[in-house]
Nanobody, 126 residues
Framework: QVQLVESGGGSVQAGGSLRLSCSAS???????MGWFRQAPGKEREGVAR????????RYADSVKGRFTISQDNAKNTLYLQMNSLKPEDTGMYYC????????????????????WGQGTQVTVSS
């Protein structure tokens, strides 16, 4: 069982940048890894995901061109580089992972993932 620990959240002004990290306790080389966020009163939503084996990425429309997901396999660490941040990016950000290569759930569905971190808060002020 893999444990995931996020870091790197904080408070920034609109237009600023943050880089989130998610450290895994074991190898995630063939996992699907994702970043989700949840704003108060809203459902958890998928932001970006990567198929670590192939490097294939997918982004939510709301973050395309601003966020970049990446994985350092040597460090078993997932990253989310967030640029041009907007107030609507505010929320708790979670990393998630799953070893299954196939699932009936879409890769932006929280049900796709079995392993979750505790989250790191991102606050963007206008």
């Amino acid at each position: 069982q893999v444990q995931l620990v996020e870091s790197g959240g904080g408070s920034v002004q609109a237009g600023g940048s943050l880089r989130l990290s998610c450290s895994a306790s074991g190898s995630t080389n063939r996992y699907i890894m994702g970043w989700f966020r949840q704003a108060p009163g809203k459902e958890r939503e998928g932001v970006a995901r990567i198929l670590v084996g192939s490097g294939s990425t997918r982004y939510a429309d709301s973050v395309k061109g601003r966020f970049t997901i990446s994985q350092d396999n040597a460090k078993n660490t997932l990253y989310l580089q967030m640029n041009s941040l907007k107030p609507e990016d505010t929320g708790m950000y979670y990393c998630a992972g799953d070893p299954a290569s196939y699932s009936a759930y879409d890769s932006f569905s929280p049900r796709r993932y079995n392993y979750w971190g505790q989250g790191t808060q991102v606050t963007v002020s206008s």
